[in-house]
């Protein structure tokens, strides 16, 4: 199925923002809330490849990092939200190093982000919505930074790295915008003997005092315990969110929660180098999460495009969405609002290497 152009339906009260490298271009699709089908809005192109992508906390604003932008430098553009949905390139900043992940903190003055490649975290001021080019913090951590998220506090911020095993742990001051290291400055991943260790990306539970990280190598599932009044992560239970018959070697990348976090989806991209014609085999587990305990268990793993590095969930909670980087395609499931399961709804052909995705409301 393409993505074509076409009229909202009548139940498109969501938008959703998909970002490509190949043609760098964000395409803007309305999310039909009853069946969850897809139509597209509208296609902006921008000055440089984009790659993670970010909401302005009063959904006012995009934040697109990019790379190859003037004379091949990164940068972050800040796109204006119009009531069809439509986007507006407002500004773009050029920032330090590339970044493979991007967040706007709680108050909307800061953007925090993370550098994969030289092992950072840093901190630019956001003016009237607007991402500037003013550094006002940077801290070198390790390589492999890989993911900045924030709590729902606006307090403390983590930052997941893959090679080190580690999350790295800060206190935000939202004065200035500076992060203070926490006291301890990290947390160690899952134990290296088994192979479900290197935490990727963080998600924070919405109601319990808990976070997760998906876990890249070999691919699993982390819950932490998180303390609230100090900022700091305990781990917990780990497990492997690999089909338990799988032969590939195959890594884990995201993870989204449903908004009422009774499950949790991790996408596992199949890595293995192939010689012959046999077809990839990515997979999404799905997750249940004790609303109680936030202990863990594993519903199902469901076929999905090639190496899934992006996903998101929409607002209603109904529906998930996995874009296939290799295959060019993006999947929608629905979610069994009892079990967690996922069902195929519709494979959209994108046009060439999805980066992100993520879901909105719709602009006022």
Same mark, same amino acid.
């Not at 969501?14 to 999310?31: D, H, M, N």
């Given at each position: 199925?393409?993505?074509?152009?076409?009229?909202?339906?009548?139940?498109?009260? =969501?938008?959703?923002?998909?970002?490509? @490298?190949?043609?760098?271009?964000?395409?803007?699709?309305? !999310? $039909?809330?009853? #069946? +969850? %089908?897809?139509?597209?809005?509208?296609?902006?192109?921008?000055?440089?490849?984009?790659?993670?992508?970010?909401?302005?906390?009063?959904?006012?604003?995009?934040?697109?990092?990019?790379?190859?932008?003037?004379?091949?430098?990164?940068?972050?553009?800040?796109?204006?939200?119009?009531?069809?949905?439509?986007?507006?390139?407002?500004?773009?900043?050029?920032?330090?190093?590339?970044?493979?992940?991007?967040?706007?903190?709680?108050?909307?003055?800061?953007?925090?982000?993370?550098?994969?490649?030289?092992?950072?975290?840093?901190?630019?001021?956001?003016?009237?919505?607007?991402?500037?080019?003013?550094?006002?913090?940077?801290?070198?951590?390790?390589?492999?930074?890989?993911?900045?998220?924030?709590?729902?506090?606006? =307090?403390?911020?983590?930052?997941?790295? @893959?090679?080190?095993?580690?999350?790295?742990?800060?206190? !935000? $001051?939202?004065? #200035? +915008? %500076?992060?203070?290291?926490?006291?301890?400055?990290?947390?160690?991943?899952?134990?290296?003997?088994?192979?479900?260790?290197?935490?990727?990306?963080?998600?924070?539970?919405?109601?319990?005092?808990?976070?997760?990280?998906?876990?890249?190598?070999?691919?699993?599932?982390?819950?932490?315990?998180?303390?609230?009044?100090?900022?700091?992560?305990?781990?917990?239970?780990?497990?492997?969110?690999?089909?338990?018959?799988?032969?590939?070697?195959?890594?884990?990348?995201?993870?989204?929660?449903?908004?009422?976090?009774?499950?949790?989806?991790?996408?596992?991209?199949?890595?293995?180098?192939?010689?012959?014609?046999?077809?990839?085999?990515?997979?999404?587990?799905?997750?249940?999460?004790?609303?109680?305990?936030?202990?863990?268990?594993?519903?199902?793993?469901?076929?999905?495009?090639?190496?899934?590095?992006?996903?998101?969930? $929409?607002?209603?909670?109904?529906?998930?969405?996995?874009?296939?980087?290799?295959?060019?395609?993006?999947?929608?499931?629905?979610?069994?609002?009892?079990?967690?399961?996922?069902?195929?709804?519709?494979?959209?052909?994108?046009?060439?290497?999805?980066?992100?995705?993520?879901?909105?409301?719709?602009?006022?």
């Amino acid at each position: 199925m393409s993505l074509i152009a076409s009229e909202s339906p009548s139940n498109a009260t =969501q938008r959703l923002y998909l970002a490509s @490298t190949e043609g760098k271009t964000i395409v803007t699709f309305a !999310l $039909d809330e009853t #069946t +969850g %089908k897809l139509s597209k809005q509208s296609e902006i192109s921008l000055p440089g490849n984009p790659g993670p992508l970010d909401f302005s906390p009063d959904g006012q604003f995009v934040y697109a990092a990019m790379t190859g932008f003037a004379d091949n430098k990164p940068a972050v553009a800040t796109l204006r939200r119009q009531p069809d949905g439509s986007l507006k390139l407002l500004k773009t900043a050029i920032i330090l190093h590339r970044a493979p992940y991007i967040r706007a903190d709680r108050s909307g003055n800061f953007l925090l982000a993370a550098h994969y490649g030289p092992g950072e975290v840093t901190v630019y001021r956001i003016v009237a919505g607007i991402c500037s080019d003013e550094l006002l913090d940077q801290h070198i951590t390790e390589k492999t930074a890989h993911c900045i998220e924030v709590d729902p506090s606006g =307090q403390f911020v983590f930052v997941p790295h @893959t090679a080190p095993n580690k999350v790295y742990q800060y206190k !935000l $001051d939202s004065a #200035t +915008g %500076k992060l203070i290291p926490n006291d301890p400055p990290f947390v160690a991943g899952p134990d290296t003997t088994h192979k479900y260790h290197e935490p990727r990306h963080y998600a924070h539970h919405p109601t319990l005092a808990m976070g997760y990280t998906s876990n890249e190598n070999g691919g699993g599932i982390t819950a932490w315990k998180f303390n609230a009044s100090k900022g700091t992560l305990t781990r917990g239970q780990t497990l492997s969110t690999l089909p338990p018959d799988i032969e590939q070697d195959s890594y884990a990348a995201d993870i989204q929660i449903t908004p009422n976090g009774r499950f949790a989806y991790v996408s596992n991209r199949d890595a293995t180098q192939r010689d012959d014609d046999s077809k990839p085999q990515d997979t999404i587990c799905a997750v249940a999460i004790d609303l109680a305990t936030g202990q863990m268990k594993i519903v199902g793993h469901y076929r999905t495009g090639s190496f899934p590095r992006a996903t998101c969930i $929409d607002l209603s909670g109904q529906f998930f969405f996995a874009a296939g980087q290799n295959s060019a395609d993006l999947q929608a499931y629905r979610i069994d609002q009892q079990s967690g399961e996922l069902e195929h709804l519709a494979t959209y052909t994108t046009g060439g290497s999805p980066i992100w995705v993520m879901c909105g409301p719709v602009a006022e």
